[in-house]
């Protein structure tokens, strides 16, 4: 039986759930689970095996990964091996309405490759090309000076490293070689947060996932929880309240360049998301903005 690793082992800051330290393996890793955090590993230096379920595969340096819940892993026959491990919780860090969600190489390597790793193992990473690697890297060493300092705006500056390094990530990102759910669901996802404005047939998902409807629709609701027509109608409300909190268009205009040709049921959206209507929920905001 592994030991399943929480977040606070390594971190009692319940307001900034985030680690990021180096690590330096000279002898064997046990294996262990996440149990309400993910882990993104950069491979520095040095060689490995890396050990998941039942799987083993060599790493090295330039080697990525992402870690997700609930998957057991370790680290066998080190060969001056120095990673970089960065433990964040996904609904803090990555899972917040950023355009970042817009690149299917997020999707793929955030959302899918863990999930699928719970199944199949982890036997799929990305390994950086030099110039991206120096990049990264040189971040990482940012980010780890800010952790450690602790000075005021520290956690701003942590936040942004990691986000830089995860847009790098999500662009180099390649499909090749992929496992098939891995690369339709991630092209269809990226899809709904670019095009969300647009009407979107369900067929022209299933299209780009290479699924029939039914599958599709089965295989996302698996991994992101929910439908796809709700994930869009959750990207379009999302927006919209930003739109009603940061502009002064009319509700009408937000409503169309939200992917709602009709302002009325635009308006009953709404309400089931946030209990108002979008003109009160304005003004709520307005009048919280004035207060701060």
């Known amino acids: 039986m592994y030991e399943n690793m929480r977040l606070c082992y390594f971190t009692s800051d319940e307001s900034f759930p985030f680690y990021i330290n180096y690590g330096e393996h000279t002898e064997d890793l046990k294996m262990h689970g996440h149990e309400d955090f993910y882990e993104l590993v950069v491979v520095l230096e040095g060689k490995a095996m890396h050990c998941t379920g039942n799987d083993r595969y060599p790493i090295s ?16 026959d080190p060969d001056g ?8 919780r996904p609904d803090t860090f990555i899972f917040a309405d950023h355009d970042i969600k817009q690149l299917p190489g997020f999707h793929a390597l955030f959302l899918l ?13 990305m390994k950086l090309p030099p110039d991206a690697f120096a990049e990264i890297s040189a971040i990482i060493a940012g980010a780890v000076k800010e952790y450690n300092g602790k ?12 986000l830089r390094i995860a847009v790098i990530l999500s662009r180099l990102y390649g499909n090749e070689n992929k ?14 947060e670019s095009h969300s404005s647009e009407e979107i047939p369900m067929e022209q998902l299933a299209e ?3 699924y029939s409807q039914r599958h599709f629709i089965r295989l996302f609701s698996e991994i992101y929880g929910v439908a796809p027509h709700r994930y869009l109608t959750d990207i379009r409300i999302r927006r919209a309240a930003s739109l009603l909190r940061d502009t002064h268009l009319d509700i009408t205009d937000v409503s169309l360049k939200c992917g709602f040709s009709d302002p009325n049921y635009f308006s009953r959206i709404f309400r ?3 209990g108002t209507s979008p003109l009160k929920f304005r003004k709520n905001e307005f009048a919280n903005e004035n207060v701060r």
């Open 272 to 274: 089931k998301y946030y």
């Open 113 to 125: 490759e863990p999930h699928f790793s719970q199944e199949n193992g982890l036997g799929s990473r």
């Open 81 to 88: 091996l120095k990673i970089c491990n960065i433990m964040f």
């Open 208 to 210: 780009l996932s290479h």
């Open 61 to 76: 340096k330039g080697d990525v990964f992402v870690i997700g819940k609930d998957i057991c892993h370790g680290y066998e």
């Open 179 to 192: 496992r098939r759910e891995i690369e339709g669901i991630s092209l269809a996802a990226a899809y709904m």
């Open 151 to 162: 000075t005021p705006g520290s956690k701003t500056m942590i936040t942004a490293c990691f």
